[in-house]
């Protein structure tokens, strides 16, 4: 399985036809192909999650980078999500029990490495902290001595990813394409060393470059943006970009040669890709209607962003003894409706659902003053009687008609228009199916991401546990095969007690990545 984070049709369908991506190109012609939708918010975390462990994030716990955490004084606080905040079993863990091993590159919240019959090295971990994410420690000695990578590039928080993208100069902007380039690269080296050296049943690699550089410059790369006339300098980042696809294709043929004629070969996407145009101060319309409470130090934003190190001072900008709902990160197109435990700040346990209801029916009616459009779209409450779910589980998740994320700060006006097109998240992903098992040649309906463990399952001749979300998505196989349905899934998760956390390295690495791009504004 290779991930491509962020990968998206309509933007390598062009780049197929351009004849940039010859190799993708044919395992089209020759495989079967389908949109893949995501979770109901389609990011990283959630997403990857759900795909690895065949169940929905209300059953898994992960919603976001970050989780709000509810005091007894009634304020609020963030803490880092990672691989014991999972509450539900992985493919890598399930395949183990049924005799298989596998192999788990690049994936989020991998971190601190299980200890599974296999390889593992978490995504989003600092290089200096990589040993914390790799299992069998010994690979990272391997790692280490790699010839034909420099084993830092697996990290996260290397050269120009500690440096904010907006706003920097030319030279940097093509050092960050130039990292992507570098990183998946990496990937694809370690992907093939495991492969030629000891393969395991199930292999699996995420390659997150597409997201990287989508996220800073898709209207450099989307057919509907790109500028004919542009100026020597959007050429030059045009031409950058279209060279790291270049190489992407590359990397993808070398991993599946590596693999292989005789192996069945998926791409997948946590979730897909488009333009965001606009900014909606969710905070902001919380605040305006008596929702929220700023504090007397919160300032205005001026410039639509927030820094990294500045987001615990966010949090202190808000008056939590005043507050009933807010937005803690805006990655998390969602609110959290603040509940009083025992300080008389919040909402009461019996007061919950009108409280929640009359949110949501506000939300749903905030107006465009220009137009008188609305702005958002979809505000789906997940808590409602009789459905089972993970805390902190968002009360309310948003889908924008901008299809962006929101924004947390304070603001003189609840929308504004963004200078130019930035890249943002949508909820159909990719899937192609190739080799032995799937059809050649073929497009099928949309199915979701939740059905890819089950297919992973299937196609490894393995029982798929009761328990999981999804389906085996039949019309992609060449022949039918039903799922043999059989067991269910081990409980995961750890406790809170005693628990080491990341290390403030750690914290501040991720922050500034998210900064970059994007869900930290």
């Known amino acids: 399985m290779i991930g491509l984070d962020g990968a998206t049709f309509t933007l390598l369908d062009p780049l197929i036809q351009q004849g940039i991506m010859p190799f993708l190109g044919s395992i089209l012609e020759n495989g079967v192909r389908a949109n893949l ?37 009634g304020g609020v606080f963030l803490k880092i999500n990672d691989f014991r905040d999972n509450h539900c079993e992985t493919l890598w863990s399930i395949v183990n029990r049924r005799g298989k091993r596998a192999t788990s590159l690049n994936f989020y919240g991998m971190s601190p490495a299980p200890a599974i019959d296999g390889y593992v090295i978490s995504g989003f971990v600092p290089w200096r902290h990589l040993r914390h994410g790799i299992h069998p420690k010994s690979l990272f000695d391997t790692v280490r001595s790699m010839d034909k990578f420099d084993y830092r590039d697996l990290g996260m928080d290397i050269g120009e990813e500690k440096k904010c993208v907006q706003g920097l100069h030319e030279g940097e902007h093509v050092e960050w394409i130039e990292l992507q380039d570098r990183r998946d690269s990496a990937w694809a080296e370690m992907t093939s060393y495991i492969l030629s050296t000891d393969p395991t049943d199930l292999t699996a690699v995420v390659l997150d470059g597409p997201d990287k550089v989508q996220h800073l410059f898709w209207r450099f790369v989307d057919p509907e943006l790109v500028k004919k006339d542009g100026d020597a300098w959007y050429q030059q980042i045009r031409e950058l970009c279209l060279g790291f696809y270049r190489k992407l294709d590359e990397n993808i043929r070398k991993m599946v040669e590596a693999a292989g004629p005789d192996t069945d070969v998926i ?39 927030l820094t990294a190190e500045k987001i615990r001072d966010h949090l202190g900008m808000i008056q939590w003894q005043a507050t009933t709902a807010f937005c803690p990160t805006p990655s998390s197109n969602a609110i959290y409706i603040k509940k009083d435990l025992g300080s008389g700040s919040g909402v009461k346990e019996e007061d919950y659902l009108d409280f929640a209801m009359k949110l949501q029916r506000e939300l749903l009616e905030i107006r465009d003053p220009v137009n008188g459009e609305k702005i958002v779209l979809g505000a789906d409450l997940n808590k409602l009687r009789g459905t089972s779910y993970v805390e902190p589980c968002p009360d309310i998740t948003l889908r924008l008609r901008d299809g962006g994320f929101v924004s947390i700060l304070k603001a003189r006006e609840i929308i504004a228009q963004r200078e130019e097109a930035d890249g943002t998240h949508r909820p159909a992903g990719i899937f192609v199916g190739y080799g032995p098992s799937f059809r050649k040649g073929a497009r ?58 990341p290390s403030e390295e750690e914290r501040e690495a991720l922050m500034k990545q998210l900064k970059i791009l994007g869900y930290m504004d």
């Open 37 to 73: 939708m995501s979770t109901r918010n389609p990011l990283t975390p959630p997403a990857w999650t759900s795909m690895v462990s065949g169940r929905r994030p209300e059953a898994h716990g992960i919603y976001d980078f970050l989780r709000p955490i509810t005091m007894r004084d």
């Open 444 to 501: 099928v309906e949309d199915f979701s991401l939740l059905d890819i463990a089950p297919l992973i399952l299937t196609l490894m001749g393995l029982p798929v546990p009761s328990d999981l979300d999804g389906q085996v998505p039949q019309a992609a196989l060449a022949d039918t095969r039903e799922a043999v349905i059989g067991g269910a899934t081990q409980a995961a998760g750890t406790s809170e007690d005693d628990r080491e956390e």
């Open 267 to 305: 791409l997948t996407s946590d979730h897909g890709f488009g333009p965001t145009t606009e900014i909606f101060y969710v905070n902001e319309w919380l605040s305006r209607n008596g929702y929220l409470t700023w504090s007397n130090t919160a300032a205005d934003d001026a410039l639509g962003q």
